[in-house]
């Protein structure tokens, strides 16, 4: 592994005993009803010699066919955690696959069948594998690349290699296809973060507590586990450690079909759009769809198999017919349309200024000349009545679709510092809140979110558009007293539709407006209160993608 200028944590993690884990138990046998060879605890050998452990599920009629290789560290072994169930309300549970399948992937018995082999893989350091746990690290891409290589040269392989799953097992996607392993003919990356930093553990320079819950609960090392919370800590910035986790997408060539979500902000739902955009294969499909994602992903196992066919086998399908572009716009909860496009984000997209008002609470497409300013205190975490909220009422059908951008003016009385949550919500014609699914988990979300930590407000203007801030997270730029500095928030991507009627409504606060299990924010830099200002030469707004209404009547 290349020498870097940090030290990598580590901790020794529960033990693999503790997760179902039973110890290697190399072993075959065959599932006469499926037609299916499968074969337990097979040693792979990698470049340096550390020996990892992988589960094979193969047709039993002799040949050889494509590979799908499934890479997390989450457990191939029976009896594994029921991640599900730390989840309630998620949607997903066992019922929805066979006992051969593993959590966030491909199910054996929907595959070896139609002529496929899987591979699910115990990394590096995971389970009863050799060697230390990392997360998204250089080595373990390196390890990918073996991997697949090694699947590809089998006697059993036809030389084509596939990847396929669920978040870790869309993330190592983009780790392992910017690798460029020869044997490596597609990916099907389905929802998976694509920047560590900025995706799933400071949220607009905010510290999740994704790094306090991830290792400890879903991955067991052999010998030791990077310590993703002490390096978290060590390292609030961006910086060579966080940029070792981010794959070059630019270097993925490979056919690719993403299938990203607008009902996982604060965990996939950015990262996946930003992969599709930056990959520089030439075939490449996405595919948005605004429900739960483990549902989603097992209930499209025949659109999967068609992209693999074409890819890993050759097979000349209706593939070539799909449009570069299907997403779904949602109007309530499990209820929207799809549509087919030919580009993300969406060329016709006519960004639109919603200018806040404090002295009403509202949003107006004109600037107000009064200047006015609305506070809320922002140290009790509990009360989340101390807000700031601004709403506008759509006098005729509206859709938003894309990238949406809220630029305010604030100022922090009683501190150096500010922590900004934002949600956008929509209300229907009673005055009823809207909900959709959020968070893999969560039944009630809004339509997007966003945060800030304003000392991180500086924008790295090479990677910035006018509709899409990106920060750069390097250095803080604390805050003077009475100071009102102008400031730019990204909301995650998201599409719905407004009927005529029916309301936008902005809320910012000084905390997580929803609670959720993995990805609160509970350690707050917030003291005394917050002021937004508006007006005049304030000139805060909201800029959302309004696309124009053909299609919907």
Request: glycine share 8%; net charge negative; proline share 6%.
């Amino acid at each position: 592994m290349e020498k870097t200028d940090f030290e990598l944590r580590f901790t020794r993690g529960k033990h693999p005993s503790g997760g179902g884990y039973a110890g290697l138990r190399p072993g075959y046998r065959v599932d006469e009803k499926l037609g299916m060879v499968c074969e337990y605890d097979v040693p792979v050998t990698l470049r340096d010699g550390v020996k990892i452990y992988v589960n094979i599920f193969r047709p039993k009629a002799e040949g050889q066919y494509p590979v799908v290789l499934a890479w997390a560290p989450y457990g191939k072994h029976e009896g594994a955690d029921d991640y599900y169930a730390m989840l309630p309300g998620c949607g997903g549970s066992k019922a929805l696959h066979s006992e051969y399948a593993r959590f966030e992937g491909p199910d054996p018995a929907d595959w070896c069948p139609y002529g496929f082999i899987i591979v699910y893989v115990d990394p590096r350091g995971a389970w009863g594998s050799e060697g230390d746990l990392t997360f998204m690290s250089p080595q373990e891409a390196l390890d990918g690349y073996d991997v697949v290589e090694w699947a590809g040269t089998q006697a059993w392989s036809n030389g084509k290699v596939g990847m396929n799953g669920v978040s870790y097992l869309g993330w190592s996607q983009w780790k392992i296809a910017a690798m460029n392993p020869p044997h490596l003919a597609a990916i099907n990356p389905w929802e998976g973060v694509s920047d560590f930093y900025r995706e799933l553990v400071f949220h607009g320079g905010i510290r999740s507590n994704f790094t306090a819950m991830f290792p400890g609960t879903m991955c067991r090392p052999r010998k030791r586990a990077e310590d993703l919370l002490a390096m978290a800590k060590e390292h609030p910035l961006f910086d060579e450690y966080w940029a070792s986790k981010n794959a070059d997408l630019s270097k993925i060539t490979v056919p690719a079909f993403v299938v990203a979500s607008w009902s996982d902000h604060g965990l996939h739902t950015r990262g996946t759009f930003e992969g599709f955009k930056k990959i520089s294969s030439k075939e490449k499909w996405l595919r948005v769809h605004g429900r739960k994602k483990w549902v989603d992903y097992y209930d499209h196992v025949d659109m999967q198999r068609q992209f693999f066919d074409r890819f890993l086998k050759g097979i000349d399908n209706e593939v070539k017919y799909w449009p570069a572009v299907n997403l779904e716009v949602r109007q309530k909860y499990n209820v929207g349309n799809y549509r087919q496009e030919n580009e993300w984000p969406l060329a016709r997209t006519q960004y639109t200024k919603l200018f806040l008002d404090a002295s009403k609470n509202e949003l107006n497409t004109s600037p107000s000349s009064e200047v006015a300013q609305v506070r809320y205190k922002a140290d009790d975490p509990r009360d989340k009545r101390q807000n700031a909220v601004f709403e506008i009422k759509f006098p005729q059908k509206t859709e938003l679709t894309g990238h949406t951008k809220l630029k305010l003016w604030v100022e922090a009385v009683g501190s150096d510092d500010m922590e900004l949550f934002v949600v956008i919500d929509k209300f229907d014609r009673t005055g009823d809140r809207v909900n959709f699914p959020s968070q893999s988990g969560f039944d009630h979300g809004p339509v997007a979110y966003g945060w800030l930590r304003v000392s991180h407000r500086e924008l790295d203007m090479e990677r910035s558009t006018p509709h899409q801030p990106v920060l750069k997270h390097q250095k803080e730029a604390k805050l003077k007293p009475s100071e009102v500095v102008p400031v730019e928030i990204e909301l995650w991507p998201a599409s719905v539709l407004f009927e005529a009627g029916e309301k936008l409504r902005v809320t910012v606060l000084g905390s997580d407006l929803h609670a959720h299990v993995a990805w609160e924010h509970t350690i707050s830099a917030n003291r005394g209160e917050h002021v937004i200002h508006t007006g005049g030469d304030f000139d805060s707004h909201l800029l959302v993608p309004v696309i124009p209404s053909i299609g919907h009547d």
